[in-house]
């Protein structure tokens, strides 16, 4: 072994585990400390350090409260041997007259109040679930403290403890109305109450968060919210997020309260906005908890929770809401087809657009596409296989087999009904990319087929003004040639019937006298 090599690990190990924070001092988020150089390396444990993962405070109810502790070793990659024999006290004796704990584990045992939960191969689960129950008569707002010790051979003890509160509060939010015909650039009021249907005051800081895509841009004006916008600030694609956290007591809502904001959240409507969705939500933080959000701090004064009476618009079943703003505005999309040889003779390659002329853009909800292409082969012709791959930067959209009237199945090859879907929406002069492989059969004779361009299951109103540009017919000529390179796009002419695109092997054969030629597109987001 190399003397050198064995020096260099051992000083990298003990690097590792002094600039690492060992499990029974660790030093609280927020806290200070301070740290002393030293010339001598620390030297490297001789046993696996522990520490525990739990919840420091726990509300609990009426009904039974389902709690889990977990536990787990390190060394600093100094190789320690592996603890064995862990043993978890769960001490609930500060608990009387708030609430009892029952386990229902094999590796536990219960002394009253005391619960001893042992492991006796290294290969068991280190985490143990257990239930809390309110004791009969405890006042809401009544406290006690558990107490969790880990031992284990092999390695450090280490301690926690969790605040156990009778009673639960429970936040609803208010219904925020939708806004229908708001005008582009103009800007909107966005109002918000808070119920509070528990039995216990808000006894933690209180987290509203506001997310939307769509177009909307939040004023940031608020001094205690953390304003968020993705790559580019409003286009509908862009994500834009608030964030706002209120202390407690001052934020405080006591049971059966209502209180609603001290000022109302206002936002721009960007001139792309279609349709923008926003949900909202409201929770309790953990203590310690660091609540995220957006980069952007607001610069105004800070934003307060007040008194509020009546049940003003109704509010949710639960601490979570939607509301939509809708703008005076639409979508003008359209479908593109190209038609080219395939690599292999008697083969083609169908690229199929969806083209968003603007000015608005459009843009899905929950996963849902605002717009399909519905493509129907000719007679005589089946897709062999389609260019999608899984990744989210493909620039080719999904392409599904049309099963139904109204449903639709993965994709699958030998068949001429297609539906293909713009997953991510299609913004406003840009495209999505669609391509499919065919095969006309040997008797194929010149049949057209169609792509046409329809609302998708997001529902939303695309209010298209131009009906004529909503589909396109194609056709494939006499068998290909293969070809080394692909044409980068064949010619079309305006029919009476619509829009017909024809190529052959040798070259784009003309309809009429008017041509336009029609290049490839790729996807943007």
């Not at 008697?346 to 853009?361: Q, T």
């Not at 913004?427 to 057209?448: C, I, M, R, T």
Request: proline share 7%; hydrophobic share 40%; charged share 20%.
């Amino acid at each position: 072994m190399n003397p050198q090599r064995t020096v260099f690990g051992a000083l990298l190990a003990a690097v590792v585990l002094a600039l690492a924070p060992s499990a029974p001092g660790a030093v609280a988020a927020g806290d200070d400390a301070s740290v002393t150089p030293s010339s001598t390396p620390s030297p490297l444990p001789t046993r696996a350090y522990a520490t525990i993962s739990a919840d420091e405070q726990i509300n609990v109810g009426a009904g039974e409260r389902s709690v889990t502790v977990g536990w787990m070793f390190w060394d600093g990659g100094a190789q320690v041997p592996v603890p064995r024999n862990d043993s978890l006290v769960i001490d609930a004796r500060d608990l009387a007259g708030i609430a009892s704990v029952t386990v229902d584990d094999p590796r536990c045992t219960a002394d009253r109040r005391v619960v001893t939960c042992v492991n006796e191969t290294a290969s068991q689960s280190r985490s143990v679930e257990f239930t809390l129950r309110a004791d009969e008569g405890a006042a809401p707002g009544g406290s006690g403290t558990i107490t969790y010790t880990l031992t284990a051979d092999r390695a450090t003890g280490a301690t926690a403890k969790a605040k156990v509160v009778a009673g639960i509060p429970n936040l609803v939010v208010g219904r925020v109305p939708d806004t229908t015909h708001a005008a582009i650039g103009s800007r909107i009021n966005v109002p918000l109450r808070l119920r509070n249907t528990g039995d216990l005051a808000t006894d933690r800081r209180l987290m509203l968060r506001w997310e939307s895509v769509g177009g909307l841009v939040f004023d940031r004006k608020f001094s205690n919210c953390a304003y968020g916008e993705g790559d580019e600030p409003g286009e509908p694609g862009s994500r834009t997020s608030v964030t706002c956290v209120f202390p407690t007591p001052a934020d405080s809502v006591p049971p059966g309260g209502t209180v609603k904001l001290s000022s109302l959240l206002t936002a721009t409507v960007g001139r792309r906005v279609l349709t923008a969705m926003t949900d909202y939500s409201v929770r309790l933080l953990k203590p310690r908890e660091q609540p995220g959000g957006g980069s952007h701090q607001g610069t105004g004064p800070a934003l307060t929770l007040v008194r509020a009476s009546g049940a003003g618009g109704g509010f949710e079943h639960g601490a979570e809401g939607r509301f939509t703003v809708a703008a005076d505005n639409f979508a003008d999309l359209a479908a593109d087809a190209t038609t080219k040889p395939g690599r292999r003779a008697g083969e083609w390659i169908l690229d199929i657009n969806a083209v968003n002329h603007g000015p608005a853009s459009a843009y899905g909800i929950d996963d849902k596409p605002v717009a399909v292409v519905d493509v129907v082969l000719p007679k005589g012709v089946v897709a062999t296989g389609t260019a999608h791959m899984e990744e989210e930067d493909s620039p080719y959209g999904p392409c599904l087999l049309r099963a139904g009237g109204t449903t639709t199945a993965p994709f699958e090859a030998g068949h001429r009904h297609y539906v293909c879907s713009a997953p991510f929406g299609v913004a406003a002069g840009k495209s999505q990319l669609f391509e499919l492989w065919v095969k006309p059969a040997q008797g194929y004779d010149g049949a057209k087929g169609r792509a046409s361009v329809r609302p998708g299951p997001a529902g939303i109103p695309l209010h298209d003004p131009d009906a004529s540009n909503d589909s396109i017919a194609f056709a494939f000529g006499s068998p290909a040639t293969p070809t080394a390179a692909a044409p980068s796009g064949d010619t079309l002419t305006a029919t009476s019937a619509g829009r017909t695109l024809i190529a052959t092997g040798a070259g784009a054969v003309l309809l009429g006298a008017a041509v336009l030629v029609v290049r490839r597109r790729r996807r943007t987001r």
